[in-house]
């Protein structure tokens, strides 16, 4: 594997490959449960964005067509397994576009799971600014629900993790934009 694909449990002899897309906060390391759950059945792929964990010194992709652009290139001919893509959130987003680029390659996917995004072919409502500001960041943060409270709370995290959730480019804003229905629930309020 590359930069780009991270295999927590090596499984050579699993019947199927998961490649996985986490949500834009998040990194390859939260899918190594993931990993320990489905060995047995499938060798779980995570990809690893710039910007995040590991690479946290490398800049953010600036287009979604350039991180699907290098996961194509990082995905190897495996000898016939079967690939299943999973993605959640903006990696919803991510997997759905791989997809597509697979079957234009005439390499489907065997399966395409999704959570925490509508449809693509679902009308779009923006929820932030294209410029947020802190408040308007936190204020999103606290309406998704995925993160404690008491974090939230904490300048020197904030500082930290503030710029890596801001949408400053085309790839990262789908993430603020592509609310699943508990989260356009929530925000009809």
Do not use: K
């Not at 590991?54 to 290098?70: M, Q, S, T």
């Not at 925490?116 to 410029?131: I, N």
Request: hydrophobic share 40%.
């Amino acid at each position: 594997m590359d930069n780009w694909i991270r295999c927590f449990r090596p499984a050579p002899d699993a019947a199927a490959q998961l490649l996985c897309f986490p949500h834009a906060g998040g990194s390859a390391s939260g899918y190594i449960p993931l990993s320990t759950q489905v060995a047995g059945t499938a060798e779980a792929l995570v990809v690893q964005y710039p910007g995040r964990h590991d690479r946290i010194a490398e800049p953010f992709a600036e287009r979604l067509g350039d991180v699907v652009h290098a996961v194509l290139g990082s995905l190897s001919a495996d000898g016939g397994r079967p690939l299943i893509l999973f993605g959640h959130s903006m990696g919803a987003l991510l997997a759905y576009e791989t997809a597509r680029q697979l079957a234009a390659q005439g390499r489907e996917p065997a399966a395409l799971f999704v959570s925490g995004s509508e449809g693509p072919s679902l009308p779009r409502r923006a929820r932030l600014p294209d410029r947020p500001s802190d408040a308007d960041l936190i204020r999103e943060m606290r309406l998704l629900s995925g993160t404690d409270e008491e974090l939230l709370t904490h300048p020197e995290i904030l500082e930290l993790a503030l710029p890596r959730c801001a949408p400053t480019t085309p790839c990262c804003s789908p993430a603020s934009t592509f609310p699943g229905r508990r989260c356009a629930a929530r925000s009809s309020r």
